[in-house]
C-alpha cells in the first residue's frame, strides 16, 4: 500500500518512476517500469532518487544515489504538527483514539501511516491549522530523519526479530520517534516500560510519563489527568486493562491540545469501542460470549487478553512459527482461568511443549479450518465461558493476514446454532 503510494505521489510530480519488487508475480498497471525477481535490489546506481519501502530492509539497499522513504518525505512537507505513536502493540488504537480526542475538540485531524492510509495520500488536504496522527512501525522509524512534534512511546517488548538483526535494533529503531525532536516537541512515554522509558531519554524536548504523575492515570477507579477527573474507569468503552494504558497515552498526548478540557477525552472514551480485531466481541451463544482478538500476534497481547476477562476462557492459541519463546505464556495460562486451550496452526507443536514443560494438559487440537476450530471452542465452552480467539502468533501459515483470520472467525461464530 505504502510502495503503491510513493508511485501515485511521486508519478504526479512529474518523475520517471520504476518499480523494483522481489515478487514476480507482482500484477503491475500497463505501462509502468518494472525490476521484478531477486535481484530487484540491484543497479540501483542509476536513479536520482531511491523510495525504500517499510518491508524493505534498509541495510540491503547498496547505492549511490539518496535513499529516502515516503515518511521522511511527508515529515518533510507536512505543513501542520504531527503526532507520532510507535510502541509494539496498542499503536493503532492508541493514535485512533488521540485523533477521536482531538476531533471531539473541534480539530481538524488527519490519521494515518501503519494504520492504513499512507500519509503522502492526504498530504495535499493538510493545512497548518490542521493536526496529523501516525501510526509508526519500526519498519517506517528506521531510517526516519525528523522527529514528530508530539512523539509518543507505548510498550515496547520483543517482536518482529524475524526481521530486526537484534532486539537492540528493534528497540533503536522506536527511538527515532524521539531522536530528532526540539526543545519545544513533546515525550510522552510509558513510565513502566523500560524500554519506551530509555528511548525517550534521547529526546531534547519535554518529557512527560503516562501512568505516573504528571500524565494521565488511573486512580480510584477513574482515568485522571493533572488532577482532573476524565471518567469513571467502567464508562471506558474499550475492554481490558491494557485499554486503559491506552487511554492514558491518548489524555497525557492530547491534553494541551484540548486545553485541559476533561469533556472531549470523556467523550472520545467513553464512544470508542476499539479497532476491529482487537478484542472485538463478535456474539453470544448459548450464553458464551466469542471475542475476536486476531490482531494479537506475539504472546504479550495474548496475555493482555487473558487480563481482560475474568470470567473462565478457551482460548484459540496458534499460527505460523516464528521461533517464538512461549514459557512466560504458558504460565500465565496455567495460572489464570483458561480451562481450555484450542491450539491451531504451524506452532502447535512448539506451544504443546511449553505447556507440558509446566505439566499444563488442558489443551487440545483445533482442526484445519476456523469452522473446524470455532466448533470445537464451542464444544469446550459452557454457560458464562468466553471464547477468545488471541493466536499470540502470525496469521500466514492458514491465513492470508490477520485481518483474514479475524473475519473467518466472526463468520464461523455467527453461523453457530444455539
Given at each position: 500500500?505504502?510502495g503503491?503510494?510513493?508511485?501515485?505521489?511521486?508519478?504526479?510530480?512529474?518523475?520517471?518512476v520504476?518499480?523494483?519488487?522481489?515478487?514476480?508475480?507482482?500484477?503491475?498497471?500497463?505501462?509502468?517500469k518494472?525490476?521484478?525477481?531477486t535481484?530487484?535490489?540491484?543497479?540501483?546506481?542509476?536513479?536520482?532518487?531511491v523510495?525504500?519501502?517499510?518491508?524493505?530492509?534498509?541495510?540491503?539497499?547498496?547505492?549511490s544515489?539518496?535513499v529516502?522513504?515516503?515518511l521522511?518525505?511527508?515529515?518533510?512537507?507536512?505543513?501542520?504538527?504531527?503526532?507520532g505513536?510507535?510502541g509494539?502493540?496498542?499503536?493503532?488504537?492508541?493514535?485512533?483514539?488521540?485523533a477521536r480526542i482531538?476531533g471531539?475538540a473541534?480539530w481538524?485531524?488527519h490519521l494515518g501511516?501503519?494504520i492504513?492510509?499512507?500519509p503522502?495520500?492526504f498530504?495535499?488536504?493538510?493545512?497548518?491549522?490542521?493536526?496529523?496522527?501516525?501510526?509508526?512501525?519500526s519498519?517506517?522509524?528506521?531510517?526516519?530523519?525528523?522527529?514528530p512534534h508530539?512523539?509518543?512511546?507505548l510498550?515496547?517488548e520483543?517482536?518482529?526479530?524475524?526481521?530486526?538483526?537484534?532486539?537492540?535494533?528493534y528497540v533503536?529503531?522506536?527511538?527515532?520517534i524521539?531522536?530528532?525532536?526540539?526543545?519545544?516537541?513533546v515525550?510522552?512515554?510509558?513510565?513502566?516500560n523500560?524500554?519506551?522509558?530509555?528511548?525517550?531519554?534521547v529526546?531534547a524536548?519535554?518529557?512527560?510519563?503516562?501512568?505516573?504523575?504528571?500524565?494521565?492515570?488511573?486512580?480510584n477507579?477513574r482515568?485522571?489527568?493533572?488532577?482532573v477527573?476524565?471518567c469513571?474507569?467502567?464508562?471506558?468503552?474499550?475492554?481490558?486493562?491494557?485499554?486503559?494504558e491506552?487511554?492514558?497515552?491518548?489524555?497525557?498526548?492530547?491534553?494541551?491540545?484540548?486545553?485541559q478540557?476533561?469533556?472531549?477525552?470523556?467523550r472520545?472514551l467513553k464512544?470508542?469501542?476499539?479497532?476491529?480485531?482487537?478484542?472485538?466481541?463478535?456474539?453470544?451463544?448459548?450464553?458464551?460470549?466469542?471475542?475476536?482478538?486476531?490482531?494479537?500476534?506475539?504472546?504479550?497481547?495474548?496475555?493482555?487478553?487473558?487480563?481482560?476477562?475474568?470470567?473462565?476462557?478457551i482460548l484459540?492459541?496458534g499460527?505460523?512459527?516464528?521461533g517464538?519463546?512461549?514459557g512466560?505464556?504458558?504460565?500465565?495460562?496455567?495460572?489464570d482461568?483458561?480451562?481450555?486451550?484450542?491450539?491451531?496452526?504451524?506452532?502447535?507443536?512448539l506451544l504443546?511443549?511449553?505447556?507440558?514443560?509446566?505439566?499444563?494438559?488442558?489443551?487440545?487440537?483445533g482442526?484445519m479450518t476456523m469452522?473446524a476450530?470455532?466448533?470445537?471452542a464451542?464444544?469446550l465452552?459452557?454457560?458464562g465461558?468466553?471464547?477468545v480467539l488471541?493466536?499470540?502468533?502470525?496469521?500466514f501459515d492458514?491465513?492470508?493476514?490477520f485481518?483474514?483470520?479475524?473475519?473467518?472467525?466472526?463468520?464461523?461464530?455467527?453461523?453457530?446454532s444455539?
Open positions: 500500500m505504502e503503491q503510494s510513493s508511485y501515485r505521489y511521486w508519478s504526479e510530480l512529474g518523475a520517471d520504476t518499480v523494483h519488487d522481489e515478487n514476480t508475480s507482482l500484477e503491475l498497471p500497463k505501462g509502468i518494472s525490476v521484478l525477481g535481484k530487484y535490489l540491484e543497479s540501483l546506481d542509476r536513479y536520482d532518487l523510495v525504500r519501502s517499510p518491508g524493505v530492509r534498509p541495510w540491503l539497499i547498496k547505492t544515489a539518496p529516502t522513504t515516503s521522511n518525505e511527508f515529515m518533510a512537507r507536512c505543513p501542520a504538527r504531527i503526532i505513536v510507535t509494539t502493540k496498542g499503536k493503532g488504537t492508541t493514535a485512533t483514539l488521540i482531538l471531539e473541534g481538524r485531524t501511516g501503519n492504513g492510509v499512507p503522502l495520500d498530504l495535499s488536504k493538510v493545512r497548518a491549522s490542521h493536526l496529523v496522527v501516525l501510526e509508526l512501525s519498519f517506517q522509524l528506521m531510517d526516519l530523519e525528523q522527529s508530539i512523539a509518543v512511546a510498550p515496547i520483543p517482536e518482529h526479530l524475524d526481521w530486526h538483526r537484534s532486539m537492540h535494533e533503536a529503531a522506536k527511538g527515532n524521539f531522536w530528532h525532536q526540539e526543545a519545544d516537541d515525550a510522552v512515554y510509558n513510565a513502566h523500560h524500554y519506551s522509558a530509555e528511548i525517550a531519554n529526546s524536548g519535554h518529557k512527560l510519563p503516562y501512568l505516573e504523575r504528571p500524565g494521565a492515570v488511573i486512580a477507579d482515568v485522571v489527568m493533572g488532577g477527573e476524565i469513571r474507569v467502567d464508562e471506558v468503552a474499550m475492554i481490558g486493562p491494557h485499554n486503559l491506552n487511554a492514558c497515552a491518548a489524555v497525557t498526548a492530547t491534553w494541551e491540545l484540548v486545553k478540557n476533561p469533556e472531549a477525552p470523556a472520545a464512544g470508542f469501542t476499539g479497532l476491529p480485531h482487537r478484542l472485538e466481541f463478535v456474539r453470544e451463544v448459548a450464553q458464551v460470549r466469542y471475542v475476536n482478538d486476531s490482531f494479537s500476534s506475539n504472546p504479550i497481547a495474548t496475555e493482555a487478553a487473558i487480563n481482560s476477562f475474568a470470567e473462565p476462557k484459540i492459541l499460527g505460523k512459527d516464528r517464538i519463546d512461549f512466560q505464556l504458558a504460565a500465565r495460562v496455567a495460572e482461568n483458561v480451562k481450555q486451550v484450542v491450539l491451531v496452526g504451524e506452532n502447535t507443536q504443546a511443549a511449553a505447556f507440558n514443560g509446566i505439566g499444563y494438559r488442558h489443551y487440545t487440537l482442526g469452522t476450530i470455532v466448533a470445537q464451542q464444544r465452552a459452557s454457560p465461558d468466553v471464547v488471541s493466536p499470540g502468533s502470525a496469521s492458514m491465513f492470508t493476514n485481518s483474514d483470520r479475524g473475519e473467518q472467525f466472526k463468520a464461523a461464530v455467527k453461523a453457530l444455539p
